[in-house]
């Protein structure tokens, strides 16, 4: 008797989404979702990938008040929006760290969609993120000691790990 108290109390404790909703719908609407996040996943790859070879031609156009004219062109294979996604991840955000991003977001997508449960996502997301901060800092540290921090606009661990680096190095 104990222990059906104890089990209801734990499932009434346990964040439910949409709880009135059967599991066939739900499972359908992960599904859904996991593609969605699987697109976006793919779009982001190629996005990046490109932004690496292209980044130096393309460079002028963030400057530039009518980048999204229809007569401006632009070299990354995801085209303008993807340009910009991809100078916000690689140059001011986490530089070549970002690709721990797109795992991240592909094992979410995988999971989404397979519906595995074996894969812990809280472990995941803590690791892609740890991992994409400390390639994006000793990346940085690297770039500078070689003085290739303007690679890819931001250099190689982008404007993120620079801003540490530079921090750490003023600390000590």
């Given amino acids: 008797m104990a222990k059906d108290k104890k089990a209801k109390a734990k499932a009434a404790k346990t964040f439910r989404l949409f709880p009135e909703m059967s599991e066939e719908r739900k499972s359908t609407l992960l599904k859904y979702a996991g593609w969605a996040i699987a697109v ?4 982001t790859f190629v996005a990046v990938t490109s932004y690496l070879f292209t ?3 393309d460079q002028s156009l963030l400057a530039s008040s009518d980048m999204m004219d229809k007569a401006v062109e632009v070299h990354n294979w995801a085209g303008k929006s993807g340009y910009k996604w991809s100078h916000l991840l690689v ?3 986490f530089g070549l760290g970002s690709f721990a991003l797109i795992f991240l977001a592909g094992v979410i997508a995988f999971r989404m969609i397979f519906w595995k449960k074996s894969i812990g996502t809280f472990k995941i997301v803590c690791l892609s993120l740890l991992a994409s901060f400390l390639v994006s800092l000793s990346l940085s540290y690297v ?3 070689f003085s290739e921090d303007t690679a890819f606009g931001g250099g190689l661990g982008g404007d993120a790990g620079a801003a ?3 921090w750490l190095g003023n600390a000590v």
């Fill in 40 to 43: 976006f996943t793919i779009y």
């Fill in 91 to 93: 140059s001011e955000c």
């Fill in 143 to 145: 770039s500078a000691q």
């Fill in 55 to 57: 980044w130096k031609t």
């Fill in 164 to 166: 540490v680096t530079a």
